[in-house]
């Protein structure tokens, strides 16, 4: 099992940052991949980064250029800097991990963070 805090959400003005933090625990040795995902009110939940243990990223289309998913392996903490930040980032933000092993793979979430990004 694997366990994910995260930390970092809040209220922040249009064109403002934030710093998402997620700390993982447990069986952490088999993870491969990290990133988050969110969620708004009415949406579906989307992929917004992602970063594999050998630190290649991914990225979706609208937080491009904006937004910096990064990892302190020392600390199994992944973080993501959300610059110029729209109304439409408003989500709650979900860290995730999977988890690879002889049995199969495994996808963990977070309880999620709620980023409120008002005009």
């Known amino acids: 099992q694997v366990q994910l805090v995260e930390s970092g959400g809040g209220l922040v003005q249009a064109g403002g940052s934030l710093k998402l933090s997620c700390t993982a625990s447990?069986?952490?040795?088999?993870?491969?991949?990290m990133g988050w995902d969110r969620q708004a009110p009415g949406k579906q939940r989307e992929l917004v980064a992602a970063?594999?243990?050998?630190?290649?990223?991914n990225y979706a289309d609208s937080v491009k250029g904006r937004f910096t998913i990064s990892r302190d392996s020392a600390k199994n903490t992944v973080y993501l800097q959300m610059n110029s930040l729209k109304p439409d980032d408003t989500a709650v933000y979900y860290c995730?991990?999977?988890?690879?092993?002889?049995?199969?793979?495994?996808?963990?979430w977070g309880q999620g963070t709620q980023v409120t990004v008002s005009s």
């Open positions: 995730t991990a999977e988890r690879t092993v002889v049995a199969g793979r495994y996808e963990y």
């Open positions: 970063i594999t243990s050998g630190g290649s990223t």
């Open positions: 447990g069986s952490i040795a088999d993870i491969n991949a």
